[in-house]
C-alpha cells in the first residue's frame, strides 16, 4: 500500500484496502499509511485511509504523529482534515515538541492560528499547565 500511495495511485490504495490491507500498519520507521499520504500531500488519500480506521494519532518511531507531519509542512487542508478528526493538536512528541511548535518554529503562521483556534498549545504552556 505505500507504494501506491507514494505515487498518490487513489484506485490502488481503495483496492488495498479491499484486499485486507491493514490501514495501521507501520514500516521500519514506524510510518504508518496515513503518514506516508501526508508527508506526500494527499488529502484525497488520507481521507480514504481515516474513513476505513486509519489512527490520526498514531504515532512513529519519534513520537511524531500526522499531525505532526502536517504542520511541519505547511499543509492546512491536512491539518484541518486531521483535527475534523480527532487529530490531537496537543500531542507531543519524544522531544516534547508539539505540532503548534512546530508550526511557530517553520513560520506557518496560519497553520498557527488554526491550530491555536482548537486549543493548541506549546510543550511549555502544557507544562505550566501541569500536563
Avoid: C
Wanted: glycine share 10%; proline share 3%; net charge negative.
Amino acid at each position: 500500500m505505500f507504494e501506491h500511495i507514494k505515487n498518490g495511485d487513489i484506485e490502488g490504495v481503495k483496492k488495498a484496502i479491499e484486499a485486507g490491507a491493514n490501514v495501521n500498519t507501520k514500516d521500519e520507521f514506524g510510518s504508518t499509511p496515513l503518514d506516508s499520504a501526508v508527508y506526500d500531500g494527499h488529502k484525497e488519500i488520507a481521507e480514504i485511509l481515516i474513513a476505513n480506521g486509519a489512527n490520526p494519532n498514531a504515532k512513529d518511531e519519534d513520537g511524531a504523529t500526522p499531525l505532526h507531519l502536517a504542520a511541519d509542512r505547511g499543509q492546512r487542508d491536512i491539518v484541518e482534515l486531521l483535527i475534523s478528526k480527532g487529530g490531537d493538536v496537543n500531542a507531543r512528541d519524544d522531544d516534547e515538541t508539539t505540532p503548534l511548535y512546530i508550526t511557530i518554529e517553520e513560520g506557518h503562521t496560519e497553520i498557527t492560528a488554526l491550530l491555536r483556534e482548537h486549543g493548541a498549545k506549546t510543550s511549555e504552556e502544557l507544562k505550566a499547565l501541569g500536563l
